[in-house]
């Protein structure tokens, strides 16, 4: 069986759980949605479309979000429900809670999986490694796995006719040890950045804040998330919500858009994959060039009026 | 105060990756201290009085001792490094690191927040739960106050400000602190500083539970389709068009 552990924002399950469940159906079998948290019952409903039963816990004990208690309700359940395979995301928060629950269970932990794939025994994943410039094999053999996922490289899954049976679980979390006293929630109201299927990202190239307008403008007339390199994020432009590369956020889009931006390997491991690759910038010889599938050569206080004013008439 | 820094070596960011049958070879690439590592121990520097009390750890093959070194001579005060060629799994390192930590009793450990060669998070997490202590991932702030700890650490649509009491495991990132380069005098005095050997053996390890079957350098063929801007408005007009009709992703 395999356990997914879905992420929701009270309401609705998140893309990475429709993801994993789509995962989860490619390999086959049967599947267990494990829905934790406050609003667990009111998701518990959309999952039973994808899973043959849907877990749920409300424990007050979850909340503030605790790594440590989702990963020790995740450990349980996973023993009591005799889980083959483990599914949780490959967000920040999953790659947090995916180890702890492997420690806790001793079984081995593939992490940020981008392909997965039975093998007699065992799991087979595809990873990536070396600031995301390799792509890794790994294989596990062990009665129980747990992997992370990626966040865009699943099929999201297919409702099926029947749904499956919600239960209630009970828990036996102690309170977190560690106290959250504030909290800065980087919304932008825009496309959410790891789901846009395009993105535009503006660098220190954009020169102040304000010219960051002219992405935003770019932006919305595509109808695309907006990113920023960390220059641009530490230089305090842009919230750090919207940056892309090694310490920031993964995009895989069907365009990235890189304006101003020099293409460092730490920016290109969280946006190198994107399907094609749109640069502007005024030196040839950047390394973002090597990875154009477009470029314009030339100022962006020039080029980003002229490009919105030819999308806008586009879109007419 | 007792400070264990994880720390590790691999390709320094900017090198060249290359792979041959089946294998990243790093035959004649330059090697460095993780760069998140380097965090880590720079803000053990800062938390202890002149290093006192805090050691490097390192698990990994006989080339990590440059790494070791390159710690020793920041100022840390000593080193352990289990040598071993085998690449072990995450599960398997954290209970190695575990009775480590259990023989050190350190009071605060840090880990980097994302390997530059397997590109994962995590360590800390598994080590922390393996020691069953609090851990903050993703740090960018952190302060002291006897037992008791403040840290701001970025999450995945925002900040944190947390507080916890020791011992903890901390994960670090770039802008938790500016690391500080290792001064001559220091590597000098770094060559006399301990650095204890020890074998996956001694901590009755032997295997590991995920094997690497292959790697492999996969690179999208790009276009390289470029556009001279100097006329904006022609330039714009040209790639507009070609994303619609010959790219299709407008
Ligand atoms: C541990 C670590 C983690 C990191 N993580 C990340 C990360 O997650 N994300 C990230 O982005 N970076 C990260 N970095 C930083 C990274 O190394 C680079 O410093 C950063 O990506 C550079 O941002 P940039 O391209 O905006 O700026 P620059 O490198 O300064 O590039 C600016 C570009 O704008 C162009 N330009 C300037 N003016 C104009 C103009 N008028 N018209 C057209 N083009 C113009 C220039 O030619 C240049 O190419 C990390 C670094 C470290 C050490
Ligand atoms: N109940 C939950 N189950 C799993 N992940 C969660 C839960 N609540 C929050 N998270 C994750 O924690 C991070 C911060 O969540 P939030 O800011 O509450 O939306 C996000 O990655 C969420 O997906």
């Known amino acids: ?28 079998g ?11 019952s009111q998701v518990a409903a959309e999952a039973a479309k994808y899973a043959s039963q849907v877990l749920i816990a409300e424990d007050a004990l979850l909340e503030p979000y605790s790594a440590r208690n989702h990963a020790q309700a995740i450990a349980d359940l996973a023993v009591q429900a005799e889980a083959s395979l483990v599914l949780t995301s490959g967000s920040r928060a999953g790659r947090e809670v995916a180890p702890r629950v492997a420690v806790r269970l001793d079984a081995p932990y593939l992490e940020d999986a981008t392909q997965l794939e039975l093998i007699d025994g065992g799991l087979r994943v595809k990873h990536y490694a070396y600031l ?75 020169g102040s804040p304000e010219n960051f307008k002219l992405i935003e403008d770019f932006a919305d007339v595509l109808g695309a998330g907006v990113g920023a390199t960390r ?17 920031g956020k993964t995009v895989q889009p069907n365009a990235y858009f890189a304006i101003g931006v020099s293409g460092a390997v730490q920016h290109m491991s969280g ?46 | 105060m007792k400070i264990m820094c994880l720390i590790r070596q691999v390709p320094d960011a900017e090198a060249r990756v290359k792979t041959a049958n089946g294998t990243v ?61 085998l690449v072990l799994d995450v599960v398997t390192t954290s209970r190695l690191l575990k009775a480590i930590a259990l023989e050190e009793q350190p009071d605060l450990i840090f880990v980097g927040g994302q390997h ?61 602190n500016e690391p500080r380069y290792p001064t001559l005098p220091n590597i000098m005095k770094s060559k006399k500083k301990e650095l204890l050997k020890k074998s996956l053996n001694d901590y009755g390890i032997s295997s590991t539970m995920v094997r690497v079957v292959n790697q492999e350098i996969q690179q999208r063929a790009r276009l390289q389709h470029i556009i001279d801007g100097k006329d904006a408005a022609a330039a714009a007009e040209q790639l507009i068009v070609l994303l619609h009709t010959e790219a299709k992703v407008i």
């Open chain 1, 1 to 28: 069986m395999i356990l997914v552990h879905c992420e929701h924002d009270g309401t609705r399950l998140r893309k990475s759980a429709l993801e994993m469940l789509g995962a989860a159906q490619a390999l086959g």
């Open chain 1, 30 to 40: 049967e599947i267990t949605a494990l829905v934790l948290g406050r609003g667990s």
């Open chain 1, 132 to 206: 995301a410039r390799v792509t890794e094999t790994l294989e596990a053999i062990a009665p129980l796995i747990v992997v992370s996922v990626k966040p865009n490289t699943q099929a999201v899954a297919q409702p099926s006719a029947n749904l499956g049976e919600v239960f209630e679980v009970e828990l036996e979390l102690t309170p977190s040890p560690i106290q959250v006293v504030g909290r800065t929630q980087e919304k932008t109201s825009r496309v959410a950045l790891t789901e846009a299927s395009l993105v535009v990202t503006g660098g220190r190239g954009m």
């Open chain 1, 231 to 247: 220059a641009a994020v530490d230089a305090g432009w842009r919230p750090y919500a919207e940056q892309v590369g090694q310490t």
């Open chain 1, 271 to 316: 946006m190198g994959k994107s399907k094609l690759i749109v640069a502007v910038n005024k030196n040839a010889d950047e390394p973002i060039m090597k990875v154009a599938d477009y470029a314009i050569i030339g100022d962006l206080n020039a080029v980003m009026p002229a490009l919105i004013a030819a999308a806008k008439k586009l879109k007419d």
């Open chain 2, 25 to 85: 070879d790093l035959q004649g690439s330059s090697m460095a201290l993780d760069g998140m590592d380097e965090y880590g121990v720079e803000q053990a520097l800062r938390m202890s009085e002149g290093g006192a009390g805090t050691v490097a750890v390192a698990v990994g093959p006989q080339r990590f001792e440059d790494a070791i070194r390159r710690t020793l001579a920041m100022g840390l005060e000593r080193a352990i490094h289990i040598e071993t060629d």
């Open chain 2, 116 to 176: 530059a060669d397997t590109d994962s998070q995590a360590m800390g997490a598994a080590l922390s739960e393996a020691l069953g202590w609090n851990l903050v991932t993703w740090t960018t702030e952190l302060t002291l106050e006897g037992q008791h700890v403040t840290a701001v650490h970025d999450v995945d649509d925002g900040k944190e400000t947390v507080e916890l009491e020791l011992p903890c495991v901390v994960t670090t990132q770039q802008g938790l």
